[in-house]
């Protein structure tokens, strides 16, 4: 948090220092990288008020039924203007017919949120990200796969680790680390399994299971 804080400062300070010295266009660009700035600080902070939130034993699922496929295509389409944007291709097919599954609604869309914007910042502009869902030994299984450089042997070990962000995003302060720390706790909260590969045509795998049927003291709740 250290260095969006410091820009920040410094931004606000050059422009109480020299503001006779500036013009207008200077004061207004020396804004817009102090706002850039505290906007960082801001996503830093809220990641780390929900993980300790998360982390907290008052933190439980709130159990209802979910048509996982159809808030999968939900999630999809909330980031496709987004990613439009940026020139990345992000697709689905179609998910074919599943049962309902038993978990908290809230906490899955979290969970798929993270695991699509991380795929969004680890894809170069025109490459692809692409979603997947299946049925398997009574477990509904999601994955997002990405065509970005992959990831390190090394880091692989410690992706999930808060605020560790490997050593191919060592010089990138955008985050603090914790956006699959959080999707890691979520997965464990859901009683869900989570991994990582890397694609041997390019690119990381994540993919998040979670079971058809819960054990029967997690029976859905009525909202």
Not at 20 to 28: D, F, P, V
Not at 150 to 169: N, T
Not at 171 to 199: F, S, T
């Amino acid at each position: 948090m250290r260095t969006p804080l410091a820009a920040l400062h410094g931004y606000l300070e050059t422009m109480i220092m020299k503001d006779t010295a500036l013009n207008s266009g200077q004061k207004k660009e020396y804004l817009a990288i102090a706002l850039r700035q505290s906007n960082r600080l801001t996503q830093m902070v809220e990641e780390l008020f929900e993980l300790a939130h998360l982390e907290a034993r008052d933190a439980q699922p709130q159990y209802e039924s979910c048509a996982l496929g159809e808030l999968l295509q939900d999630v999809t389409q909330k980031f496709q203007l987004h990613t439009e944007k940026n020139n990345l291709q992000l697709s689905m097919a179609p998910p074919p017919a599943m049962p309902l599954i038993t978990t908290d609604i809230a906490m899955a869309e979290r969970l798929l949120d993270n695991l699509i914007s991380n795929a969004i910042d680890h894809t170069p502009n025109g490459e692809a990200i692409t979603l997947g869902i299946i049925l398997e030994n009574n477990e509904i299984t999601v994955s997002v796969s990405d065509t970005g450089p992959g990831i390190p042997a090394a880091d692989l070990p410690h992706i999930f680790s808060p605020f560790y962000r490997g050593s191919a995003q060592a010089g990138n302060q955008r985050h603090a680390g914790l956006g699959l720390a959080i999707v890691k706790r979520i997965a464990e909260l859901l009683q869900g399994k989570l991994k990582v590969v890397n694609n041997p045509e390019g690119g990381a795998i994540f993919t998040f299971s979670l079971p058809v049927a819960l054990p029967d003291s997690h029976q859905p709740t009525i909202r």
